[in-house]
C-alpha cells in the first residue's frame, strides 16, 4: 500500500470515528433529555457548526438540564450567568483587582470573568440590560475578551447557549438585531407530550437520576467544526440560498407584495452563511458529504426565524413568518431547477 493510500485510509478511519462519537453523544444525551431529540440535534449541530445557540421556551421544559448534559456528553468546561438587571459587563468578562505581591505591594492584575469558559450558558439573556447583553458581543463574534487595553483569546472551542423566556416579558429587554443575528440558530423548545412527560416523571423521581456520559473531547469537536466546513455544497443549492436572501428584502427590486407589505427587514449576508453552515452540520450529522435541499429546508427556520422580522402590519394581520420563509425558498428552489 502506497503512503497515499495509508493516508487516505487513515483519514476515513478518522472520519468515521469521530462521526461514530458524535452520533453516541447525541443518543446519551437523549437518555438523559427525553422527548426532545429535535433539539438536541439541532443543539450538536450549531456547536459542531461553530456558532451560538438561543433557546426560547417556557420554564421548566429542560433548557438548564439540556445545556448541562451537553456539556458532560461533551467534555467542555461550563459555566453559568445567572443574566439580572443589576449584572455589569465585568460580571461576565471579569476586572480589574488589587492583588499583594511577594513585597507585599499591590499590583493591579486582571482576574478573569466566567465567559473564559468553553460553554458558557446565558440564563434569562434578556432580564440584563443592553449593555450588559453587549458585553458578549465581542466574544460571540471574535472569540476574544478586550479589556484594560489587551485583547485575550477565549478558550477553543467556544460555544454560547443562551436562554429567554417567551411568556414574562415584563423587567425584560428585547434584545437588539445585532446581538440576536450573532446566534446561529434560536430552537423553541416546545412542552413534552402527556407519555414523553409520564416518562420524564418516572426518570426523575425516583431514587437514581439519569447521568450522561462524556463521549467527545474538545478536539474532536474542533475537528469536527473542521470538517463541517470542508462539506461541498453544489452549486445551484448555494444559488438557491443566495436567492432567498434576496427574495426577503422588503425593498428588493424583485420582491413580491407579501413581502414587500409585511417584512421590516430581510436576511442579511450573515443569515445566508449561518443556513450554509447549518445545512452542512446537519448533512454531516445525518452522515452525508454533501448539502441537498432536504438540509436547507430542516436548518431554514432555525437559522432564520430570529433574523427576520414582520413589520407591524404583518403582526397585526396575524401572518406566518415561518409559512412565508418556507414559501420563498421553495420558489428559489423553483428557480434554480
Do not use: W
Not at 478511519?13 to 426532545?36: C, D, F, H, K, N
Not at 426518570?203 to 439519569?210: Q, R
Not at 474538545?218 to 467544526?225: F, L, S
Not at 427587514?265 to 452563511?273: I, V
Amino acid at each position: 500500500m502506497s503512503a497515499t493510500a495509508a493516508n487516505a485510509q487513515q483519514a476515513d478511519a478518522e472520519l468515521t470515528r469521530l462521526l461514530e462519537t458524535l452520533i453516541r453523544a447525541r443518543a446519551e444525551i437523549g437518555r438523559v433529555v427525553l422527548g426532545q431529540q429535535d433539539i438536541i440535534e439541532d443543539l450538536l449541530i450549531g456547536l459542531i457548526a461553530g456558532g451560538h445557540v438561543l433557546l426560547q421556551g417556557p420554564p421548566g421544559v429542560g433548557k438548564t438540564l439540556l445545556v448541562r448534559t451537553l456539556a458532560t456528553a461533551t467534555g467542555l468546561s461550563f459555566a453559568r450567568v445567572q443574566f439580572t438587571p443589576d449584572l455589569m459587563p465585568a460580571d461576565i468578562t471579569g476586572s480589574m483587582v488589587l492583588v499583594p505581591d511577594t513585597d507585599g505591594r499591590n499590583h493591579l492584575e486582571f482576574q478573569r470573568g466566567p465567559i473564559f469558559t468553553q460553554l458558557l450558558l446565558a440564563d434569562e439573556i434578556n432580564r440584563a440590560t443592553p449593555r450588559t447583553q453587549s458585553a458578549l458581543l465581542e466574544a460571540m463574534q471574535e472569540r476574544t475578551v478586550s479589556a484594560a487595553g489587551t485583547s485575550m483569546p477565549l478558550p477553543e472551542p467556544f460555544f454560547v447557549l443562551a436562554t429567554q423566556n417567551p411568556l414574562e416579558m415584563d423587567g425584560t429587554y428585547i434584545l437588539p438585531e445585532a446581538q440576536i443575528d450573532r446566534f446561529l440558530l434560536q430552537l423553541d423548545v416546545p412542552l413534552p407530550t402527556s407519555e414523553t412527560l409520564s416518562a420524564i416523571l418516572d426518570s426523575t423521581t425516583g431514587t437514581d437520576e439519569a447521568v450522561a456520559e462524556q463521549c467527545l473531547s474538545d478536539q474532536d469537536i474542533i475537528a469536527i467544526q473542521a470538517l463541517v466546513r470542508s462539506v461541498p455544497i453544489a452549486e445551484h443549492v448555494r444559488r438557491a440560498i443566495a436567492d432567498f436572501a434576496i427574495a426577503t428584502q422588503p425593498a428588493g427590486a424583485n420582491a413580491i407584495d407579501d413581502v414587500r407589505r409585511y417584512l421590516r427587514f430581510g436576511l442579511s449576508p450573515r443569515g445566508a452563511q449561518a443556513l450554509v453552515l447549518a445545512s452542512k452540520a446537519h448533512a454531516l450529522l445525518n452522515g452525508r458529504f454533501n448539502v441537498s435541499f432536504e438540509d436547507v429546508k430542516a436548518m431554514l427556520l432555525a437559522t432564520t426565524r430570529h433574523r427576520i422580522h414582520l413589520n407591524f402590519e404583518g403582526n397585526a394581520d396575524g401572518v406566518s413568518l415561518e409559512a412565508l420563509l418556507q414559501r420563498l425558498f421553495d420558489t428559489s428552489i423553483k428557480g434554480v431547477l
